[in-house]
């Protein structure tokens, strides 16, 4: 049995300066992204109005990954030619990966963190997409993958004495990496973790629920369809072997999942398709290679 004991783990989160306040131009693009009136302009001088995002979107929409013929120089160019949605995902993903900071001990499990994360994004879009039209609850499924295991990157930047005895209980003892991180973290979890970081980011309620359950979609009722499609996109994610760790994490989707995520097996597949064509930029934008 490990001896390692992390106490006092809500307290620590919520003094952590580093992640007490969202960076001015994530809060914006959310704000944008969140407002069914703005459109594909508000979003692109969002993104203009910070040279260094613009400057690593431009980067990746220019990479090989994409392959167009000719140079793209500018945001406004980029969601012409690429659309809103992608722009949209491209500007969140590297804004929330560039907020947590990278060292040779934790580059690897954040690597793998930021890909699954994003391929998480990937399929709770492709499921908000089929079901928008007759589930206004679901908007925001995109976002909600996005950062669901944000807790994962507090407990590597912020506890990363607690990384390898967690491994320890999940490889060698065979708990399940939630089990294994209460065993450490005073009986917290990455999704708890997760949480309280998303509240104090002031995000709104549905997106910081889908973060503390979506291991535990029996706790939130059928309608918050956000914890449902987002527990729905993490065990796809993990089937399909796109996940943060090796063993420990679950691939079956859970019995109490909302019924009105009527999934079928052709939708399953036809979203597979879809996360396997993207796998190329989903592993560069993890690594920060594609910019």
């Not at 309620?205 to 706790?219: G, Y």
Request: proline fraction near 4%; include cysteine; glycine fraction near 6%.
């Amino acid at each position: 049995m490990t001896q390692v004991w992390i106490s006092d783990v809500r307290e620590k989160v919520w003094a952590l300066d580093e992640v007490a306040t969202l960076p001015s131009t994530l809060v914006r693009i959310l704000s944008v992204v969140q407002d069914e009136s703005t459109t594909a302009l508000d979003l692109a001088a969002e993104i203009s109005a910070d040279p260094a995002l613009t400057m690593k979107i431009l980067g990746t929409v220019n990479s090989s990954y994409y392959g167009f013929h000719r140079q793209i120089n500018s945001i406004p160019d980029a969601v012409v030619i690429l659309g809103f949605d992608e722009v949209e995902r491209l500007a969140l993903a590297i804004s929330v990966i560039n907020l947590f900071g990278r060292d040779r001990e934790s580059a690897r499990a954040l690597h793998m963190l930021w890909r699954h994360s994003l391929a998480c994004s990937v399929v709770a879009g492709c499921l908000e997409t089929h079901f928008r039209s007759r589930l206004t609850r679901i908007n925001g499924a995109h976002i909600a993958g996005l950062l669901h295991d944000i807790g994962k990157a507090v407990i590597s930047q912020f506890f990363p004495e607690a990384m390898a005895p967690v491994a320890r209980l999940v490889q060698e003892d065979g708990l399940m990496l939630c089990e294994a991180e209460r065993e450490i973290l005073e009986g917290c979890t990455h999704c708890e973790i997760g949480a309280w970081v998303a509240e104090r980011w002031a995000l709104p309620k549905d997106l910081v629920e889908s973060i503390a359950m979506h291991h535990t979609p029996e706790a939130a009722p059928p309608d918050h369809l956000l914890t449902h499609t987002t527990h729905l996109a993490d065990a796809i994610c993990n089937r399909v072997g796109i996940k943060t760790m090796n063993v420990g994490v679950p691939c079956e989707v859970s019995p109490n999942l909302s019924p009105q995520l009527d999934v079928d097996n052709s939708l399953v597949a036809q979203i597979e398709q879809r996360l396997d064509k993207q796998r190329g930029l989903i592993g560069a934008m993890a690594a920060g290679g594609a910019y």
